[in-house]
């Protein structure tokens, strides 16, 4: 493989300063080489991509991700799509995933024990295309709880959305699997939802011996827990028990933030408020009108969700995008309109915006030392896009204007125009 230069680009490099004029060299799979001036960087035999002015940033990364969410309305029509097209539906999930710009992702559940694995050691090996990939376990819950789709007519108490566990032996035992099965982290469902009325998000489910418990496990093979947290018991929970991804924090109070901020070096938060918002006004073509989706819940989860959130984020609790895409509400690929989110409603500037994609998105994947910004040495996942996201940031949002996506080094979507005059250059 060939070096690559990327010349006459505005670098936008993920760390929160201005963006500036320069060229990018990668060798491998890595940066070499940052150049901060208009002069290109030219070694012998490279391969020249002219950005003509576009920006270049680091890759994204979404962190609350479910490949297998199937773009359904309910939670088992998701799970009640046969195993072989599941697999073939993730793979191309992750496809889209990593041309739409998402360098990485965050598994936040799959909806089939082992879909997670075998998706992201399939990526691994080179044998599809995606993201760089932390996967994760089948939602964990409690009877009655988000997940439980069991039905007491069917004689198969496995039939269901997420896997039930009823003390702390058996979350022992579930937990055991999922870590023997190879995920990277055990998702719990602490909290409730209002997508399942007769457990609304300001309930909490789980006790904490079931959490110790699951937690105990997670230590001992050195994995992370995650964990759907809406209520603030639930996000205190999560807190006490040492879970490291938060997901939602709908719900907050002065002894929950105080957690959080003194927690704000090791947690992550993922709220997926987009899904708030879909309920709340694009819902209707599948049944849920505004005023029943604000009956279920969703307006005041939604105004305490804003003041939740704009509380953390003035005391630098790290807040990343993604969430719960993948419903047919809220369709795969529409990922950065969290972006636009935490700008219009959160009190984000873009750039914190942009930032909390890239620098906090290699941190939650673990390898903040050498991905999420481009610096030399680090990892060449990196954005070629039409436009400047500081002015627009709805255009990471635009398939058009995303003009090439590389990850490891190599191009998983070319610049079509540069491509053809770097060529005619390292000719």
């Known amino acids: 493989m060939s070096d690559v230069v990327f010349t006459n680009v505005r670098i936008l490099d993920g760390t929160g300063q201005n963006p500036y004029a320069g060229s990018v060299l990668v060798r491998g799979n890595r940066i070499r080489q940052v150049g901060r001036s208009t002069a290109p960087i030219a070694p012998g035999g490279a391969m020249v991509v002219d950005g003509a ?10 962190a609350h991700t479910h490949f297998s969410w199937n773009d359904a309305a309910t939670l088992s029509a998701i799970q009640r799509m046969p195993l072989e097209e599941h697999v073939l539906w993730c793979a191309k999930v992750a496809k889209r995933y990593l041309q739409a710009g998402f360098t990485s992702c965050v598994g936040a559940a799959c909806a089939k024990p082992r879909l ?34 069991t039905l007491p007519h069917l004689p198969f108490p496995e039939f269901s959305f997420g896997v039930n566990v ?8 579930v937990v055991r699997m999922f870590l023997k099965y190879g995920v990277d982290s055990i998702k719990l469902n602490l909290s409730g939802d209002n997508f399942t009325p007769d457990s609304p998000a300001e309930t909490t489910w789980m006790s904490d011996e079931e959490v110790d418990a699951a937690m105990r496990e997670v230590r001992v093979r050195g994995k992370r827990g995650t964990a759907h947290a ?12 040492g879970i490291d991804v938060i997901y939602h924090a709908s719900f907050t109070d002065e002894e929950t933030l105080d957690m959080l901020e003194a927690a704000k070096d090791r947690i992550f938060v993922a709220p997926g408020i987009a899904i708030l918002y879909a309920m709340l006004h694009e819902a209707e073509p599948y049944g849920i009108t505004h005023e029943k989706a604000v009956a279920m819940g969703y307006q005041i989860e939604w105004d305490a969700a804003l003041e939740s959130l704009q509380a953390m984020h003035r005391r630098g ?22 972006l636009e989110f935490f700008v219009k409603y959160l009190g984000f500037t873009p750039m914190e915006a942009i930032r909390s994609a890239t620098l906090y998105g290699g941190q939650i994947m673990m390898r903040g030392h050498e991905l999420g910004t481009i610096q030399d040495g680090h990892l060449a996942d990196l954005l070629l896009v039409d436009g400047d996201p500081l002015a ?36």
């Open 230 to 241: 809406r209520s603030a018991a639930s996000v205190r929970q999560a807190l006490r028990h």
């Open 317 to 338: 609790v790290r807040i990343l995008p993604g969430g719960d895409y993948g419903f047919a509400f809220t369709p795969h690929c529409q990922n950065a309109r969290d």
């Open 53 to 62: 002015g576009a920006t270049l940033m680091p890759g994204m990364c979404e």
């Open 116 to 149: 997670d694995v075998v998706i992201r050691n399939a990526i691994n090996a080179g044998q599809i295309p995606g993201p760089r990939y932390l996967a994760a376990s089948q939602e964990i819950t409690v009877p009655g709880g988000l997940g439980d789709e």
């Open 392 to 427: 627009n940031i709805a255009i990471l949002r635009d398939p058009k204007r995303i003009l090439a996506v590389m990850k490891d080094g190599e191009f998983a979507k070319a610049p079509e125009i540069a491509s053809q005059r770097a060529w005619e250059h390292a000719a």
């Open 166 to 173: 009823n003390s702390a032996d058996e979350m022992r035992k």
